[in-house]
């Protein structure tokens, strides 16, 4: 938080998604403030995709590949919420989809 951005609320969140059982994320979130009076707050979360929501999905007929990319680009997505420009969010929405295809891909 910038020198002279007293009263200013800053919430960082790092959410890390583990997609392999070799995986491993090595996360510190960190705020750095130089102004008086802020809400500051900050938090990091690891996991990998939720069984039960695997299990409904293949539950449902979806093949296990299909279901862990359904929610796979769930989380990825959820970052795009914050964009209120529909336009960008479609956008942006379909260049993480073609990102993912061409992880997929490999």
Do not use: W
Request: charged content about 25%; glycine content about 4%; proline content about 3%.
């Amino acid at each position: 938080i910038r020198e002279g951005a007293d009263g200013v609320a800053a919430m960082l969140s790092n959410k890390n998604l583990l997609l392999s059982e070799n995986a491993e994320i090595d996360t510190q979130p960190v705020l750095v403030i130089h102004a008086d009076e802020v809400q500051a707050a900050h938090g990091a979360t690891v996991g990998q995709l939720d069984p039960l929501a695997m299990f409904y999905l293949r539950s449902r007929g979806l093949p296990a590949e299909d279901a862990r990319s359904l929610l796979t680009a769930a989380f990825c997505r959820e970052t795009l919420a914050v964009f209120e420009d529909a336009a960008l969010r479609e956008t942006l929405t379909m260049q993480l989809d073609a990102a993912l295809a061409r992880l997929e891909a490999v």
